[in-house]
């Protein structure tokens, strides 16, 4: 008697997060073990969430980018801010209207996110919720308002971007570019806003927000023109801050613009992460290579 061959099973494809949470009441309400209502309306909503800020759905995609436009905008905000803040009640207005935009953002990211804990742990979070802090509390905490720009540092760091509006660029040298360009710029804005903060009406040069602008551009260049001048061994001090580390952020630009374009796939046996376009073997180990391309 011959025996029937059998069938091969196909792979189980991979549930979504709001496919499993929906099996699971499916689950739930056969066996007669349903969740309470709002127990199941909460993971309902956390998987909506996480679909949204982590799925990759056409319509999550048009979230995160409304998202990220609108975190642009807040951006400039920050960088105008100083010259806004005599406008008295309309400044404070927008202010807590901005902070609680980024509350609610905040607020989902932690919810959707799989662990609290762990999104606790990273330094970008710490610096929006400082960000925060600097918005709601604007008549106590503006002179720190400066370190408000850095948004735009968390931001372009973060791979909310990359996978969102920069997904075409990730993990390419365009990609390396945005961040050294940006990140400068960052650095641009941090250092006048504190040089406007800690020294304006100090040196009859400096008088407003763009008298601190063009120090800290000038003195990032090297240039010195001498017409504007940090006074107090405090003002040296932060003139040398600037020029070393300006001088270190167009170096990273140089690398950046210059260098020889390298791709990143890792190799599976060292572990190299960066190789020419062209490469077939690993120059370290001499592993063989199979990089994807577009061609």
């Known amino acids: 008697m011959t025996s029937q061959p059998r069938r091969k099973r196909k792979a189980a494809k991979p549930l979504t997060v709001l496919e499993a949470v929906q099996a699971r009441n499916a689950q739930d309400t056969a066996c007669g073990t349903d969740s309470p209502p709002a127990r199941k309306e909460g993971f309902r909503l956390k998987a909506r969430l996480r679909a949204l800020y982590h799925g ?10 409304t998202v990220l436009i609108i975190d642009l905008l807040i951006i400039g905000f920050f960088m105008i801010s100083p010259l806004l803040k005599e406008s008295g009640i309309v400044f404070y207005a927008i202010d807590y209207v901005i902070a609680a935009i980024l509350a609610i953002d905040l607020a989902a990211r932690a919810y959707a996110y799989s662990d609290i804990k762990d999104w606790l742990k990273k330094p970008i979070v710490w610096v929006d919720l400082f960000i925060l802090a600097t918005l709601l509390f604007p008549a106590w905490l503006f002179n720190l ?11 372009i ?9 920069g997904r075409k660029y990730d993990d390419t040298r365009t990609e390396e570019i945005i961040r050294a360009v940006l990140t400068l710029v960052t650095f641009v804005f941090v250092a006048t806003g504190f040089v406007y903060t800690a020294f304006l009406g100090k040196h009859e040069g400096l ?17 010195g023109y001498g017409d504007i001048t940090l006074p107090g061994g405090w003002g040296r001090l932060v003139s040398i801050c600037i020029m070393l580390v300006g001088v270190s952020l167009f170096v ?3 690398q950046a613009v210059f260098r020889p374009n390298k791709v ?7 572990g190299l992460g960066r190789h020419d376009p062209d490469a077939v073997y690993c120059k370290a180990c001499g592993e063989q290579l199979c990089i994807p391309n577009d061609e």
């Not at 990759?56 to 980018?65: E, G, N, T």
């Not at 308002?145 to 931001?155: H, K």
């Not at 990143?264 to 060292?270: G, K, Q, Y």
Request: net charge positive; aromatic share 18%.
């Open 56 to 65: 990759s759905s056409h319509a999550a995609v048009k979230f995160r980018a």
């Open 145 to 155: 308002g400066f370190l408000r720009v850095l948004r735009l540092w968390t931001l």
């Open 157 to 165: 760091h973060s791979d909310f971007f990359w996978r969102t509006l």
């Open 207 to 223: 008088r407003g927000y763009m008298d601190a602008l063009y120090f800290t551009v000038t003195s990032l260049t090297t240039t």
């Open 252 to 254: 990273r630009l140089g």
């Open 264 to 270: 990143s796939f890792p190799c599976p046996t060292c």
